[in-house]
């Protein structure tokens, strides 16, 4: 079984900080995805990274795939209320049917 | 240009009737996967299918659950004799291809009473 662990399971901090959650796994995946999920909805789709040591940009947030493909992180840069939510990461299987396995988030809450 | 549909929102069954969940994917998605959703536990993989084809129910359980994904129509979730421990968010996504990101519906909250 190939799972996802993400650290921490729960952050609060002030508007203005920065912070940094993490996606760990003992498996390689051929991609990994984050996903930011709000209260009564679907997950939404922020980023793909697909090459170990690929680091992409979204405005404020850093998403960074570990050179052996197994980690992950994001990085948000002076946090908003807005960026409140439950942020999962998901790795793409490889071999067999290829789906997505999803870590149990990080549940953000960013206080005014 | 709607995105996943699901319905309905919300579901209350009593202990033993069924439960059917559906999932219109978007226009031109063929995959098609379903995954459960408790708190605390982060969302589990069900079922992938695409048009007429099961193509992984490994995260499905062996009794009781079953999938479909017909040539017309949306894919179902059905769910025979429910159990109070099969209340959960039910979400279903689609992507275009593999290794594509997932579009995810709003889900089915389904309580077992």
């Known amino acids: 079984t190939q799972l996802l662990e993400q650290s921490p399971q729960f952050l609060s901090i002030q508007e203005g900080e920065n912070l940094t959650v993490y996606c760990n796994s003992s498996s390689v995946f051929s991609s990994l995805q984050w996903y930011r999920q709000e209260p009564g909805e679907g997950p939404v789709l922020l980023v793909t990274v697909v090459t170990g040591g690929e680091v992409k940009k979204l405005k404020r947030l850093t998403f960074q795939f570990g050179d052996a493909r197994k980690d992950s992180s994001l990085h948000i840069t002076a946090a908003q209320p807005g960026d409140t939510g439950l942020y999962l990461c998901a790795g793409l299987t490889q071999g067999g049917s290829e789906k997505l396995v999803f870590g149990k988030g990080t549940k953000l809450t960013v206080n005014p | 240009n709607a995105g996943v549909m699901q319905n309905p929102r919300h579901l209350v069954r009593r202990r033993g009737q069924e439960a059917r969940l559906r999932c219109s994917p978007m226009?031109?998605?063929?995959?098609v996967y379903w995954y459960r959703q408790l708190p605390e536990e982060g969302l589990k993989f069900m079922v992938y299918?695409?048009?007429?084809?099961?193509?992984?129910e490994s995260g499905m359980p062996k009794e009781r659950f079953s999938a479909e994904f017909p040539k017309e129509g949306p894919s179902i979730l059905r769910i025979q004799q429910v159990v109070r421990g099969d209340s959960a968010a039910y979400f279903c996504?689609?992507?275009?291809?593999?290794?594509?990101?997932?579009?995810f519906g709003s889900g089915t909250r389904l309580t077992v009473v």
């Open positions: 299918l695409q048009k007429e084809n099961i193509i992984d």
């Open positions: 996504a689609s992507s275009p291809a593999l290794r594509y990101g997932y579009t």
């Open positions: 226009k031109g998605h063929s995959h």
